[in-house]
Each structure stands twice: as C-alpha cells, then as structure tokens.
C-alpha cells in the first residue's frame, strides 16, 4: 500500500545550523508533498508544499526539493532557530485531502 | 479569518462508551478531512467528506464514522471505544473549486485528545 519514510526520526542542531529531513513515497501517482510543523499542544501548520511539476521550492529560510525518479523529497532549514524546535511531518498524495504521513521528525535547536 | 475549531479539546471515556467529536471548518471550506494521531501509528487518514458526503475513506474499523452538515461543519463518532482509540484527533479543511478536486492546501485544527480508560 501507500508507504512515506521518514528520517531522521530526531535531529539535533546547533542554532544557525543547517537541518535536513528526507522523506521517500512509494506511490508512483503522488503530485502533492506538503510538509507540516507540530508544536506541543497544537495542530500541525503547514510550513510549505511542492507539486510534481516543480523540483525545488523556498520561502526564506525554508526549501524543499523533490526527485520525482527517486521518489524522495527533502526539507532543508537553514540558519537555524530556537523557535524552529517541534516535530516535522512530510506527506505525499495524489490528492490534498487524503493525505499519506511520514513518521515525523522531532528536531531540537539548542542555543 | 478564524481557523479549524474543535471541540471539545479534551475527553476522558471509558471501554465501551461512545464518542462525538465536532469540527468547524474555515469559513468557505467545504472539505473536512479527519486524522487519528498516535505515538505508535501517527498521523493516519479516517475520512473526508464534501457536501455532505464522504468521498473518501482510510483503514478503520466501521465503529468509526462521520457526518457532515449543510454547513460544512463535520463530526465523527467512534461507538464501543477500546483503549487503543487513545488518541489525538485532528480535523482537517480545504477550499474546493471546479476543477481542482482534492488540488487546494489542507489547513488543520488543533485537535480533540481523547482519553480511553
């Protein structure tokens, strides 16, 4: 069945380091990966997302690329923060509304 | 605009009662979707309605359900609750327009923790 892995499941990072978290999907059909910030007591937020047609996505500190042959895409913070710390999910589907969840990615920012 | 509201944001049942959790949508959204978040499975698909309907279904037993109202607000009902229905459980909602079915950002609420004891 649909399957997303997730690594890795904790990372810990000095502030203004660079965090990277990879996820691979196993449904060929998937077009949407979005990935979610979880903080403790809250819902997941969306932080960004990437559609099959794009390789590589920013928004200020924050990228995800995608390799659609390798079925894995990645999410890359850089200048890492403090308030960065809480639990990171990616996703793969091929539709938004019935999404496939990787494991999470509990990643610690230390001062 | 407001986000996904919940309620309640906490439940304690014990084995065997039944469970009522309500989801109010963002204003405009019309597809609810519903997660169940654990330590063990994490974050897993129930079901999603639109207009009223569940288009799609994830993996649970038929002791889950849902509905969901002309105004777009959604329920899901867990019946003869077991210990490991322990759980957070997220509602999700979108903005559908024609031609991009299942296409548009999903935007979570922060959940309902039930407690079975």
């Known amino acids: 069945g649909e399957n997303v892995e997730q690594h890795p499941s904790t990372l810990s990072v000095q502030e203004g380091d660079s965090a990277v978290i990879k996820c691979t999907y196993s449904?060929?059909?998937?077009?949407?990966f979005p990935w979610y910030k979880q903080e403790l007591g809250k819902g997941p937020q969306l932080i960004i997302d990437?559609?099959?047609?794009?390789g590589e996505k920013k928004d200020q500190r924050i990228a995800v690329t995608l390799n659609k042959t390798a079925k894995h895409f990645s999410l890359h913070i850089t200048e890492t923060q403090p308030e960065d710390s809480a639990v990171y999910f990616c996703?793969?589907?091929?539709?938004?509304?019935?999404?496939?969840f990787g494991t999470g990615t509990r990643l610690q920012v230390f001062p | 605009k407001a986000g996904v509201t919940q309620t309640p944001r906490y439940l304690i049942k014990t084995r065997g009662q039944q469970v009522t959790l309500s989801c109010s949508p963002i204003?405009?959204?019309?597809?609810v979707s519903w997660y169940q978040q654990t330590p063990g499975q994490g974050l897993q698909f129930l079901f999603e309605?639109?207009?009223?309907?569940?288009?799609n279904k994830g993996n649970f037993p038929g002791r889950f359900s849902g509905r969901q109202f002309s105004n777009s607000r959604s329920e899901m009902n867990v019946s003869t609750l077991e210990l490991g229905d322990s759980a957070l459980y997220l509602c999700?909602?979108?903005?559908?327009?024609?031609?991009?079915?299942?296409?548009?950002?999903?935007?979570f609420g922060p959940g309902t923790r039930l407690l079975v004891l």
């Open positions: 999700a909602s979108s903005f559908e327009t024609s031609g991009r079915v299942g296409q548009e950002t999903q935007y």
């Open positions: 204003s405009g959204h019309r597809s």
């Open positions: 990437i559609r099959s047609n794009v």
């Open positions: 996703a793969a589907s091929w539709r938004t509304d019935k999404l496939i």
């Open positions: 449904d060929s059909a998937s077009n949407y």
């Open positions: 309605y639109f207009s009223e309907t569940q288009r």
